[in-house]
């Protein structure tokens, strides 16, 4: 059974950076053909997704988000990060990793972790 779970700064100042760390336990992040993505959902709104990265370590992002954005991993930790640079109140969200296969179907979910940007 894979599981995931976030961990974040849970308050951010606007124009600061945002980090969250994403540790995966039951499965290797390297195992091949799986992605590992970040997914948002503000308040009152749907589910936002920021980008991927794969076993292979290369990464995807959404082109509607702004540049600033960075997801990396670390194979020795089994984990996944996630950095937003010149955060804005409108990045604030609850933060989900996840996990899918090639065929996109996300099967395992962490918890989600609030983030809210304000001064």
């Known amino acids: 059974q894979v599981q995931l779970q976030e961990s974040g700064p849970g308050l951010v100042k606007p124009s600061q950076t945002l980090s969250a760390t994403c540790t995966v336990s039951g499965g290797s992040i390297t195992t091949n053909y799986y992605y590992w993505s970040w997914i948002r959902q503000p308040p009152g709104k749907g589910l936002e997704w920021i980008g991927d990265?794969?076993?292979?370590?290369?990464?995807y992002y959404s082109p509607s988000l702004k540049s600033g954005t960075s997801i990396s991993s670390y194979t020795s930790k089994n984990q996944f990060t996630l950095q937003l640079n010149h955060v804005t109140p409108e990045d604030t969200a609850v933060y989900y990793c996840?996990?899918?296969?090639?065929?996109?179907?996300?099967?395992?979910w962490g918890q989600g972790t609030q983030v809210t940007v304000s001064s």
């Open positions: 996840t996990r899918h296969s090639t065929a996109r179907v996300y099967d395992y």
């Open positions: 990265i794969a076993y292979s370590g290369t990464t």
